[in-house]
């Protein structure tokens, strides 16, 4: 059951399965927060936060037997999920979009302060937190696009 969840019921597998690499997968991921995210885009604010909070406890969960020294295998991708599901708390249309390039820019390149230092944490915690601190960038900078538009 924990592979299932780590791999995002399944997501995290399709690059491997269609391209034979875990290259893009952190992507797939992220593309099935925004699902989630859309299917949430009329709920209050604090219903995004539930489902964010159950997402990043999922994935601290789902991603701890395969978290060996400071290891994050390109299939987990639960983690990707919950810090892109942070970055959309309470917002939709330009500001929702706007979060979500910034968290996965975020993660992939891991260049914004405090990044790569939460991925050097140990255990499921590295592998979560990088995610989750790339989706408080988005989430503030789609706070900000709410406040300019």
Same mark, same amino acid.
């Given at each position: 059951?924990?592979?299932?969840?780590?791999? /995002?019921?399944?997501?995290?597998?399709?690059?491997?399965?269609?391209?034979?690499? &875990?290259?893009? !997968?952190?992507?797939?991921?992220?593309?099935? !927060?925004?699902?989630?995210?859309?299917?949430? %885009? $009329?709920?209050? %604010? %604090?219903?995004?936060? @539930?489902?964010?909070?159950?997402?990043?406890?999922? $994935? @601290?969960? !789902?991603?701890?037997?395969?978290?060996?020294?400071? $290891?994050?295998?390109? %299939?987990?991708?639960?983690?990707?999920?919950?810090?892109?599901?942070?970055?959309?708390?309470?917002?939709?249309? @330009?500001?929702?979009?706007?979060?979500?390039?910034? !968290?996965?820019?975020? &993660?992939?390149?891991?260049?914004?302060?405090?990044?790569?230092?939460?991925?050097?944490?140990?255990?499921?915690?590295?592998?979560?937190?990088?995610?989750?601190?790339?989706?408080?960038?988005?989430?503030?900078? /789609?706070?900000?696009?709410?406040?300019? @538009?």
């Amino acid at each position: 059951m924990q592979r299932l969840v780590a791999t /995002g019921f399944g997501v995290g597998l399709i690059p491997q399965r269609a391209f034979k690499t &875990d290259n893009g !997968a952190g992507t797939f991921g992220a593309a099935l !927060a925004a699902l989630i995210g859309l299917a949430l %885009w $009329s709920a209050p %604010w %604090w219903v995004d936060l @539930l489902v964010a909070a159950a997402a990043i406890g999922l $994935s @601290l969960w !789902a991603a701890a037997p395969f978290a060996g020294k400071h $290891s994050d295998p390109g %299939w987990v991708v639960i983690d990707e999920v919950a810090g892109t599901l942070v970055a959309f708390i309470g917002l939709q249309g @330009l500001p929702w979009l706007v979060a979500l390039v910034v !968290a996965r820019l975020g &993660d992939i390149f891991k260049v914004l302060p405090g990044v790569p230092q939460a991925e050097r944490l140990p255990g499921a915690f590295g592998i979560t937190a990088d995610d989750v601190v790339a989706g408080l960038y988005g989430l503030a900078v /789609g706070w900000i696009a709410v406040a300019l @538009l």
